[in-house]
């Protein structure tokens, strides 16, 4: 199986900084089929990046994906109130299709 | 408008037997496998299966195989995940999902239900 580390856990930092979370698999992401969520409390997950680095329907430009084989990348340009939540990341290249344990941005 | 409504929240004993639902409406509902996720209080997302609706196919977690059954009913577009005998460890948020393509690789998530919440609890 392969698992996906995050890092950091926890991210804190003031609105109009810019955000880089990381996510490494333990094992090479076939075809770069690696996603990024973002998850609210009482609300369910929203897909932002797909393919690594494909940005999903109605997903702001600020967010971006990069990374191929193990190591990737979200980078949130300048964030906005309305950003700090958990982010994670899956792998959707080999079953079972894993998420990782997520990262905290929150409020500096 | 495309979505997925799930079934409302559940309290259950320990050794009862549950079986939640999700609706998919405003798509094709064969052409899109569905998802299964959850999540334990104060944790992450876990992937926990999949089926293809349009043949009942499942794929599972080898942490969820034999704990729960994922099916579906393409005549009302609604899939399902069952427990025989809840646990406590049970409770937590499911979620399901649906792939943003079509397509059995294509499975990052861009529509998902409300959540269902199930508690187990003697």
């Known amino acids: 199986d392969i698992v996906l580390t995050q890092s950091p856990d926890t991210l804190s930092l003031s609105p109009g900084e810019r955000a880089t979370l990381s996510c490494r698999a333990s094992q090479s992401v076939t075809s770069n089929y690696l996603a990024w969520y973002q998850h609210k409390p009482g609300q369910a997950p929203r897909l932002l990046i797909f393919?690594?680095?494909s940005r999903a329907t109605g997903i702001p430009d600020r967010f971006s994906g990069s990374g191929s084989g193990t190591d990737f990348t979200l980078t949130i340009s300048r964030l906005e109130p309305q950003d700090f939540a958990v982010y994670y990341c899956q792998q959707y290249g080999r079953s079972p299709k894993s998420f990782g344990p997520g990262t905290k941005v929150d409020i500096k | 408008e495309v979505q997925l409504v799930q079934s409302g929240a559940e309290v259950k004993k320990p050794g009862e037997s549950l079986t939640i639902s999700c609706k998919g409406s405003?798509?094709?509902?064969?052409?899109?496998?569905i998802t299964w996720v959850r999540q334990m209080p104060g944790k992450g997302l876990e992937w926990m299966g999949r089926i293809d609706p349009s043949d009942s196919y499942t794929n599972y977690s080898p942490s969820f195989q034999g704990h729960v059954t994922i099916s579906a009913d393409k005549s009302i577009s609604t899939a399902y995940l069952q427990w025989s005998s809840l646990k406590a460890s049970d409770t937590a948020i499911y979620y399901c999902?649906?792939?943003?393509?079509?397509?059995?690789?294509?499975?990052?998530?861009?529509?998902w239900g409300q959540g269902t919440m199930v508690t187990v609890s003697s």
């Open positions: 999902a649906r792939p943003y393509a079509s397509g059995s690789l294509n499975d990052a998530f861009d529509i």
């Open positions: 405003g798509y094709s509902f064969t052409s899109y496998w």
């Open positions: 393919g690594a680095s």
